[in-house]
């Protein structure tokens, strides 16, 4: 009798051993890689563009099809030099856009779905930018003294 009680509790433990292997597992196979990106996301944004001195600038969804307007949210932006005079763009679309100066004084090249480009304007004036492959896609900054 309490040799069979006794064994019934090392299976029990045994069980109980698999079962904390597996969970272990688990853990390093699906949560742990879920929990890291996420973390790793969020810090990049972060650096990229601190809302105090920077101007952010989101290629929305559905900005590659003619209805998707404005190409550029916001489209029109006023920055202040010394202030927030760096602009980060962000493409939040499926489709490939560009930020391309019509003076080409800055480019962004392509930008696939999530990239930034991130530019600082050091002088005054107004620029003038659109997308190389959506001729709708038209956005201004205009660069103010402090
Ligand atoms: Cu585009």
Redesign the pocket.
């Known amino acids: 009798m309490s040799k069979s009680g006794s064994s019934l509790a090392g299976i029990t433990l045994a069980v109980i051993i698999a079962a904390a292997i597996v969970s272990i597992g688990y853990f390093q196979v699906d949560v742990a890689p879920v929990i890291f990106t996420t973390t790793t996301t969020t810090t990049t944004t972060a650096v990229a563009c601190t809302p105090s001195n920077c101007v952010n600038v989101t290629?929305p969804a559905g900005?590659?099809t003619p209805a998707g307007a404005p190409?550029y949210a916001p489209d029109t932006i006023v920055v202040v030099i010394g202030v927030n005079n760096t602009v980060n763009w962000v493409n939040a679309?499926s489709?490939?856009?560009?930020v391309t100066a019509n003076d080409n004084s800055f480019n962004s090249g392509n930008m696939n779905q999530g990239d930034s480009f991130v530019y600082t304007f050091t002088t005054p004036g107004t620029y003038k930018y659109?997308?190389?492959?959506?001729s709708w896609?038209q956005g201004t900054v205009i660069v103010k003294n402090k």
């Open positions: 290629i900005a590659g190409g679309d489709s490939i856009h560009t659109h997308c190389i492959y959506h896609m």
